[in-house]
Each structure stands twice: as C-alpha cells, then as structure tokens.
C-alpha cells in the first residue's frame, strides 16, 4: 500500500451487503474511508449490527470488529445511505433470471433510490457483474426518476440533467473470488475504472490511491465488458483442462503434468488448470452463461462460450460415471462425501457441483454421509438430514465410518492433511474416488485404497475413444490448405 495523502472529505455507501459489498465495504473502512453499508435485508443488518458476519470469508470477521461503529457503520435504510455519502458503490445481486440472461431488477432498484433521493453530486459506481451497457441504463432511470420524484414529468428532451442534481455512473467491476476476498481487495492484480467523466475518475482514483497496482481507465461499457471477458476467459481455461484431463484418461497421459508442462510458458499461466468436476460458484456459470447471451443478441459468434458451458455441465455425468464404474451397483450403497462448498475456503454451495453429484446419487438409490469444514449449516438448510438417506458427520473419518467409497469433491487443506490408513480402516470398502486430484495416486494406493481420480495414468478411462470413422464423421472440418 503506498503512504495515504491527505484524504477528501467524502463518504462512502456500499449498497448490498453480500459476498461482493461486505469485503468491499470493510476493505474501504481500513483504507480510513467513512462507509456506510445499506442492506434492505433487515435480519442481514441486525447480525451485522451484533458484529457478526453473515457468511464466512477468511479474515473478514477482525476487519468487521474493528471498524464497526467507528470507519463502518451499518443501516436497512437505503435511501439515507445515498442520502449521506457521495461514492455510491452499487454491490446488489444480479441473479440469473429465466431465460439466462442476468435479472437486474435489483441494480434498477437501487437506480430508483438513488433518483429518490439525489440530493447532491452523486458518483454511482456498478460493482457487481453486469452486462454491458447496464450503466447507460443506470444513468437514463436515474434522470427519469430524479425527475419524477421532482414532479416533472418523464424528463424526455433536452441531456435530461435540467433540474436534477450532477450525478455520474462509473464501473469498477470487482474481481474478489471467494475464500481470498480481502486479499485480493488489498492485493488487486488491476483496478479497472470505467468512467465518462473526469470527475468520476478522480474520485475513483482517489478512493483506491492507498493501493499499488496498474490502473486501467477506460469508458464505463468497456469495463462491463472486461469483467465478463474475465470470467468468460477464466472458465474457457477450466472447461480447456477438463477436456485435456478426458484425452489424458484415454491415452494414458498425466493431466496434471500437461498442465504444469503449458502453464509454465507465461503466455499461458499455470492457474485455473487445475481439472476436476468443473466450475461452480455464484459467478462463473452465470456470467458465461450472461455474456454468451449478450454476444448472440448482438449476432456474435458465440459457440466457443456454448461450448465452455456444455463441457462443464457434462462434468458431473462424467464424474458420476467413475462412480458406477467404481462400485458396479450404485443403489443400497452408502456413499461418503468430503466436501460440499463449491470451493475451499467458504461456506458457499451456490450452484457447487457437490450437490449436483449428491442429487444424482441419492436418485440412484445410494444414502450419502457428508462432511465439509465450513459450508455444512447452508448444505443443511438446502438438503435436510434424513435418517438412513442424508447424514452430517463431524470429521471426514466420521463420514468414511462404514461408507463404500469416499468421494472428494472440494479441495480443502483439511483434506490433503488426512491421515488416510485411518481413513481406509474407517471405510467398509477402500474406494476413493477423487473429483479434485487432491492426492497422489501412490499415496493413495499405499494407505491401502482403490483410487480413482481426474486425467491420470492408471485410471480406467471412462472416455471412451471414439473410434475412427465416426471421429471423421464428426469432424466436417473444411481441409487446411498445405503451408498455412
Ligand atoms: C470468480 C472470479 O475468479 C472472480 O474474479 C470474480 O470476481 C468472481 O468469480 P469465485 O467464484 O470466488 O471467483 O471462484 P474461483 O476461484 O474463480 O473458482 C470458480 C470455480 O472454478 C470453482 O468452482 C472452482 O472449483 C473452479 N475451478 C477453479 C476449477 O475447477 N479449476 C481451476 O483450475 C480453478
């Protein structure tokens, strides 16, 4: 962090106080901004109000202590937030709604509060994934609104700013991933700013001066756009290594060596080529799922991103696949399952793949015993515990006690550490099978244990090799000229 100058005497909203707005409002807090963070969820407020965190993110809680009542201070009414403070950080959810496309009827919610009550310049800055053109958007229901609550009719003619206070819409997607949220807010690879306005982009610059990193300025759609683009890319190298770990399986080849093997060339990176049961997460699904949709109603060719997308979702098939493999008869079988967040280090379920794998096996006829470090409160919440069918245990050893095979489908530290002869003594039958590549296979094999895992020498392939004819059949590729 570079040394602060003298700050601007400004306030700070963050409106939402999700996985997004509760880091973001208390990595502001210990820059030394005064930040208001508005929620209309009153029972989220109150715990917040108590000092307790409403989901779990690694070092969140002392940040929430500290700065409670002093730098940070929490409130259910919205509209005296924007009221009280000058940089509006907008940090609401943007779900997927039906047809896939992002709903943002909270974003134009919170544009309606802010038009309610302008009482001042206003710098309305989009946090939360949204596609582009979301801020042209922000900014034209914000004159509406303004202009209602004043009694002038619609505002159509003129910029539509007569009579309503100046008010400016930034972006400033955040790149926070769960489980590192303030490391990465205190430790940002980039902050990208989209702004139209030179105020705007002072004011952002001087919100974020404290922290050292390159900065990137451009117009406000333009950094929508980045945001899903980095996602988009992101899950594209996932669904990539997911796919390599399948010819791996097939020919005998060790995923996790390719992956290092191409990741060491800089132009490739060695993260997120780690091959499993795919992607999950309030993010990725939804916003390639946003941006894909956003690129074919503007008649872009999108079928990279389908395709992205549909390998994923087969991920679980694929995985489910080993499985029966493993266990030959899957019904009456009681099934041990480490892991449940979709990620380690949060108590995070939304759209994990272990509960697409645990919804498969309870429908096969198999009772499940589950185990997670931190998601096992929200896993109950979704699936409650049914004696004989769903049990939550204490320990993975617990969970493995009597169990037919173990399955690993979150990477948690917890679990690398394992001791895992007791493990297989726990089991009543030594089968492992790995969704994760959490271990090394000999290791695995020396505790005495069946193993299973993703694109390594050794496992039966589940992928079958399609046979040549239908490969040509399959491919209808036009023949590349010689010497291109
Ligand atoms: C993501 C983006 O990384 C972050 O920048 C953005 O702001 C929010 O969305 P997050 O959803 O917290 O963050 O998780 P991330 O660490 O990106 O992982 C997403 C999913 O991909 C997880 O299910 C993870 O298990 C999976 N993953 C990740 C892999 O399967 N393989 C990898 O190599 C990396």
Known sequence: MRASKRKPAFKIAVLGMGHVGLPTALGLAELGWEVIGADDDAQKVKLLEESKATFYEPDMQPLLTKHLGH?????????KAVADATVLFVCVGTPQGQSGKADLSQVEGVARTVAAHLNGYKLIVEKSTVPAITAQWIKRTVIRHAHIARGNGSGAGGNG????????????????QEGKAIENFFHPDRIVIGVDSERARELLEAVYRPLECPIVVTTPTTAELIKHAANAF???????????ADICEAVGADVESVARGIGLDPRIGTQFLSAGIGFGGYCFPKDLRAFLLLGEEHGADTSLLR????????????????VRKALWVVSGKSIAVLGLAFKPRTDDIREAPSLKVIDCLLREGASVRLYDPKAMANTRRE??????????????????????AVLVLTEWDEFRKLDLKKLRRALAVPVMVDGRNLYRPDQVHKAGLEYISMGRPGTDPVVRPISPARNAERRRMPAVAAGS
Request: charged share 20%; with cysteine; aromatic share 10%.
């Open 71 to 79: 730098k940070f201070r929490v409130t259910g009414d919205v509209g």
């Open 307 to 322: 395709e992205v997308e549909r390998i994923n979702l087969s991920r679980i098939e694929l995985f489910m696949a080993k």
């Open 161 to 176: 700013f007569e009579s309503v206070p100046l008010f400016d819409v930034a972006s400033n997607p955040e790149f926070l």
């Open 234 to 244: 992101l899950s594209t190298k996932i669904s990539f290594i997911n796919m390599v």
């Open 383 to 404: 699936l409650p515990a049914q004696p004989g069918r769903v049990t939550y245990c204490q320990s993975a050893y617990e969970a493995a006690e009597g169990a037919h």
